[in-house]
C-alpha cells in the first residue's frame, strides 16, 4: 500500500525550531531518494530538501544552513529540522519521492512561522 504520512507542523515563533517526520511505505521508502516539498499559499510547491538512499542531500539555497534532512532506513521515515525558522518558511510541508509521483501526496504538514 503506497503511504506517506506527514506530521510535525505547528505554529512557532520566528527564530524557533520544528522537526517534521513522515513515515513512508517500505515499497517506496527503500527504493527512492526522498524529499520534503512545501507549498505556500499562492504559490506553487517547491522542493526545500532532498536525500539519497546513501545519505547525500541537497538543499534549496532559501533554507541553507537552517534545515536538515535525514532518513531513518530502518524505520522508513524521513525527517526535517527546521532552525531559525522565518515568516517566509510558512507553507504547507509535504514529502514525497525524487523525482515526485503525483499519486504519492499526502495530507501535508501546516508550518505557521509568525514574526
Known amino acids: 500500500q503506497v503511504q506517506l504520512v506527514e506530521s510535525g507542523g505547528g505554529l512557532v515563533q520566528a527564530g524557533g525550531s520544528l522537526r517534521l517526520t513522515c513515515v513512508v511505505s517500505?515499497?517506496?521508502?527503500?527504493?527512492?531518494?526522498m524529499a520534503w516539498y512545501r507549498q505556500a499559499a499562492g504559490k506553487q510547491r517547491e522542493l526545500v530538501a532532498s536525500?539519497?538512499?546513501?545519505?547525500?542531500?541537497n538543499y534549496a539555497d532559501s533554507v541553507k544552513e537552517r534545515f536538515t534532512i535525514s532518513r531513518d532506513n530502518a524505520e522508513n521515515t524521513v525527517y526535517l529540522q527546521m532552525n531559525n525558522l522565518k515568516p517566509e518558511d510558512t507553507a504547507v510541508y509535504y514529502c514525497?519521492?525524487?523525482?515526485?509521483?503525483?499519486?504519492?501526496w499526502g495530507q501535508g504538514t501546516q508550518v505557521t512561522v509568525s514574526s
Open positions: 514525497n519521492t525524487v523525482p515526485l509521483r503525483k499519486n504519492y
Open positions: 517500505r515499497v517506496i521508502f527503500s527504493t527512492n531518494a
Open positions: 536525500i539519497t538512499g546513501g545519505g547525500s542531500t
